[in-house]
């Protein structure tokens, strides 16, 4: 029961390179978000997913866009990389109030 | 101002210690409460979930609740270096189909021998 996993682990894109994360979770959560971490912010909410085929803007979407194809699959896309969006990425899954899940993060630096 | 308010620390104490962390916050809406631990270069993994006001045990581990003050914290007893680690705040309003959560900046604790 692997719960979340994403890919890649890490990545450099240069500005304006175009590029996917994928969040796959094996726990039959209707739920799924993208956060992203910074220092000094805490985790804000890019996009977020309550079952597939739909999706929803978070607190900071812009730059960002999102597709649920399946249920156990949340990708999250950046068109035009820009330097400001080096960040650490988490995706989480839930089922219930309670009970996040979150995966182990993506680290993107933008050159 | 941010919604929820964290001491980044970091905050140091020695093995054995009570360790007290917390976290206010402005939402009077938010009604579930939450204490994430992230290791680092890792994803936050929950720790203690509360509904409401009052307190809640689990092991070491007390979280507590005051709405009319907007304060929750959480209590680690006899702490341990394995708890060093940072420790998010995060909570919820009651209303919506996604509950979305919004976190604190997270308090960095390191736990020394």
């Known amino acids: 029961n692997a719960g979340v996993t994403q890919t890649p682990k890490f990545r450099v894109l240069k500005t304006g390179q175009s590029m996917t994360l994928l969040c796959a979770q094996d726990?039959?959560?209707?739920?799924m978000y993208w956060y992203r971490q910074d220092p000094g912010m805490g985790l804000r909410l890019i996009h977020y997913s309550v079952g597939e085929g739909t999706t929803a803007k978070g607190e900071v979407p812009d730059g960002y866009n999102v597709s649920r194809l399946k249920k156990q699959n949340f990708l999250l896309g950046l068109e035009s990389a820009a330097p400001s969006q080096t960040s650490v990425y988490f995706c989480?899954?839930?089922?219930?109030?309670?009970?996040?899940?979150f995966g182990s993060g993506t680290r993107l630096t933008v050159v | 101002q941010k919604e929820v308010e964290q001491d980044p620390g970091p905050l140091s104490v020695p093995e054995g210690a009570i360790v007290s962390l917390n976290c206010t916050y402005s939402?009077?809406?938010?009604?579930?409460f939450m204490w994430y631990r992230q290791y680092s270069r890792k994803g936050p993994e929950l720790l203690m979930y509360t509904y409401s006001s009052g307190n809640k045990e689990d092991g070491r581990f007390t979280a507590q609740v005051d709405k009319s003050s907007k304060y929750i914290s959480l209590f680690i007893r006899d702490s341990q270096p394995s708890d060093s680690a940072t420790y998010l705040c995060a909570m919820k309003e009651k209303s919506g189909t996604a509950s979305k959560l919004t976190f604190g900046t997270g308090t960095r604790l390191q736990v020394t021998l």
């Open positions: 989480a899954s839930r089922t219930g109030p309670q009970g996040y899940t």
């Open positions: 939402n009077s809406a938010f009604q579930y």
């Open positions: 726990m039959n959560h209707e739920y």
